[in-house]
């Protein structure tokens, strides 16, 4: 059952620290999402990737977020610094070929910033 | 700035009852998806549609989109504690394939 992985489930940390994030798409699909999810804002799309080159990142705030893929099983979403309003829970969602396609989303990684 | 609103926002109904939720916007969308959120987890999708006034169903479950391709409905019929989660509906911009709108959804609860 192929599942798209998202580590850690879970981080608590200070204003100030660095955050990394880590994804697993599911293998074969070439298209990765990072999305935010708040109550206020709901889902927002922060970065697209495709063919692990990105596609889209008008949605992050470059001055302290940066998306990459390193390689083709892996892509990372780093907060450096991290503040309070970072809290949400960040998910990442893969894909085939287009931005209309099924997007399958991980279990996502619920960041608490204090 | 382009939105997806839906309606409601929330909504508690009893096992067995009918249910509509509503997807609407003022821009046009070249595909609308229809994902259910339950909670600790991330969206899954149940649905894309494609075509103006296009109809499909999913078990109890039937989703409309809307002639002009800027609405879409979610009916359920007899609704059941496992309908329970946040409905979520996402459009793709007609005149920018490239950007996924997304609404805020509508968190449903089924009480047995």
């Known amino acids: 059952d192929a599942r798209v992985t998202q580590t850690p489930r879970h981080k608590v940390t200070e204003m100030g620290q660095e955050v990394t994030m880590r994804c697993q798409p599911i293998?074969?699909?070439?298209?990765v999402f990072w999305y935010r999810q708040t109550m206020m804002q709901g889902l927002e799309l922060l970065a697209y990737?495709?063919?692990?080159?990105?596609?889209?990142d008008s949605g992050m705030p470059k001055d302290r977020f940066s998306a990459e893929m390193p390689d083709a099983t892996l892509a990372t979403l780093k907060i450096q610094p991290s503040e309070p309003r970072d809290s949400a829970v960040y998910f990442c969602?893969?894909?085939?070929?287009?931005?209309?396609?099924?997007?399958?989303f991980g279990p996502g990684t619920r960041l608490t910033v204090l | 700035t382009q939105l997806l609103e839906q309606s409601p926002q929330f909504l508690s109904i009893q096992e067995g009852e009918n249910l509509t939720v509503y997807c609407n916007s003022s821009s046009v969308f070249s595909s609308l998806q229809w994902y259910r959120q339950e909670p600790g987890e991330g969206p899954v999708l149940l649905v894309t549609?494609?075509?103006g006034g296009e109809v499909k169903k999913l078990k109890r479950l039937t989703f409309q989109f809307g002639d002009a391709r800027k609405d879409s409905s979610l009916h359920i019929t007899a609704a059941q504690p496992g309908d329970t989660g946040l409905y979520l509906c996402a459009g793709v911009d007609a005149g920018n394939n490239r950007k996924l709108i997304w609404g805020l959804g509508t968190s449903l609860a089924v009480n047995p």
């Open positions: 293998l074969g699909h070439n298209t």
């Open positions: 990737f495709r063919n692990r080159a990105p596609l889209d």
């Open positions: 549609v494609v075509t």
């Open positions: 969602a893969s894909g085939l070929a287009s931005i209309s396609a099924s997007q399958y």
